[in-house]
């Protein structure tokens, strides 16, 4: 992936050896806690991998062996088969790459050496250089946040800061459940458990609010510095659009609102927390554009997450400048990143970001990494070149794994390859003149130090 000398000399000696901050992911706390070896490779790697699993499902495999009954070896053998078939996809990259820098299997895995390759996996995962916490020693992991529901009691978070480890993980608060309100009894069900752990009576809008800022509270006790936003995108209403208590009563009534109401209340909720991490200093990011459990049949059977999401095609732009807006006003608008799942809009994206930027701080606004459907070379060598055309590459604050496997961390070697190439290939180009020094800090600051700066980890 490294296509000129000079593409060569930027990776190897500036990004290759750059640890890793790892600020949005969706790893579980407990697991990292406890930091159990995993007794075969199938438990890591393809347990919570929609990726594979979508490919297995595009290749005709049954479901047992994806998320089904099936024994762990069945399962990695299936995968196995499906490999070859992944050609040009991310995946038959990732696979071999992640084979390679956890167990030093250069083979390609396929039928035939399936039980060989999981046997020799399996042997390496009982050592404790490939226990959790070894997994991420290996890839030079220095912190990583977690994705974490306000009701979340983040004792595995204390834990783990209480060992001292030389890895830091900091918990993220993702309150998308506090506005989902589609569905009512399962939304009055969700504020039963809020009322719970905050110690709050919710009785009101008002209440809900005050319940939430006791969790912002707790979560900042912990260490927590990001939020995050799963959304299909952001609304912007004007406050007198409906009574906000009256909606309330309507959900604890199990009234079902318009679709208009939802997203009233929910930009309600959204812009007292944005104001609330602008107090804390906290960092916002927002996932947008997600087209989710699309499939209604396997949602029932299977639940959400399990990769029968896609690309959606909403109009962004305009009432997210306004919701922006609606911050910036009263000078509440935190540092924030836009993720965006739909390459079409990289460009809107990517020129929002500038309408707020206002000389407080390096890169306040930041468009997000190649997220999900796009974090493959395509997909990040667009998100760069969209950020290169019409914002400033050198204040962005690079990659993120965005996953549940302890396996995906090669991912950040992945981006800073093609980071390092595109510059080499300017040079090559006679685009951008030939010094080391100072591209070479260019890629150390975007692949580590504008992110540890920007969080302050």
């Not at 290749?59 to 088969?81: M, Q, R, T, Y």
């Not at 554009?289 to 909403?314: C, E, Q, V």
């Not at 100072?438 to 975007?446: A, C, E, K, R």
Request: proline share 3%; with cysteine.
């Amino acid at each position: 992936m490294l296509k000129s000398e000079y593409a060569k000399v930027l990776y190897h000696d500036y990004a290759s050896k750059l640890p890793i901050i790892d600020y949005h992911n969706h790893l579980i706390p407990k697991v990292l806690d406890e930091n159990i070896n995993f007794e075969n490779v199938t438990q890591p790697w393809l347990y919570g991998d929609h990726y594979k699993w979508r490919a297995m499902r595009t290749l005709g495999i049954d479901e047992s062996f994806i998320v089904g009954n099936a024994n762990d070896f069945e399962k990695f053998k299936a995968w196995a088969n499906c490999v070859p078939s992944t050609i040009r996809n991310p995946l038959y990259h990732w696979t071999h790459l992640e084979l390679l820098r956890y167990f030093d299997i250069d083979d390609l895995l396929n039928a035939d050496s399936a039980e060989s390759i999981y046997k020799d996996t399996k042997s390496k995962l009982q050592q404790k250089s490939h226990s959790p916490i070894g997994l991420l020693e290996q890839m030079n992991v220095d912190s990583l946040c977690t994705t974490d529901d306000p009701i979340d009691n983040l004792v595995h978070h204390k834990n783990l800061a209480d060992n001292n480890s030389n890895i830091k993980v900091y918990p993220t608060f993702r309150p998308d459940k506090a506005y989902a309100v589609k569905e009512a009894t399962s939304y009055i069900e969700y504020l039963e458990r809020l009322e719970d752990v905050s110690g709050v009576s919710i009785n009101s809008f008002g209440d809900l609010l005050n319940a939430l800022s006791k969790r912002t509270d707790y979560f900042h006790s912990l260490g927590c510095r990001l939020a995050d936003h799963g959304l299909e995108r952001l609304v912007y209403f004007k406050n007198d659009a409906f009574d906000i208590e009256s909606l309330f009563k309507k959900l604890k009534d199990k009234s079902q609102l318009t679709k208009t109401e939802q997203d009233f209340y929910a930009y309600n909720v959204l812009q007292h927390l944005c104001k609330s991490y602008s107090n804390y200093g906290w960092v916002q990011q927002f996932h947008l554009g997600a087209l989710r459990n699309t499939n209604a049949r396997m949602m029932g059977k299977l639940g959400p997450d399990t990769g029968f999401d896609s690309i959606g095609d909403f109009s962004q732009a305009q009432e997210m400048g306004l919701f922006f807006n609606a911050l910036e006003t009263t000078n509440q608008l935190a540092k924030t990143i836009i993720y965006n799942l739909n390459p079409s809009d990289n460009e809107v994206f990517a020129t929002m970001t500038g309408n707020f930027n206002d000389g407080s701080i390096k890169g306040k606004m930041q468009f997000g990494s190649a997220w999900w459907f796009l974090d493959q070379k395509d997909g990040m060598e667009k998100q760069i070149n969209a950020l290169s055309n019409l914002g400033l590459l050198s204040c962005f604050i690079g990659m993120l794994t965005d996953s549940r496997s302890l396996l995906s961390f090669p991912r950040h070697e992945y981006f800073r390859r093609i980071l390092c190439n595109l510059f080499g290939e300017d040079v090559k180009n006679g685009e951008l003149p030939w010094d080391e020094e100072w591209l070479g800090n260019l890629v150390t600051d975007i692949c580590y130090n504008n992110a540890k700066n920007y969080f302050g980890f």
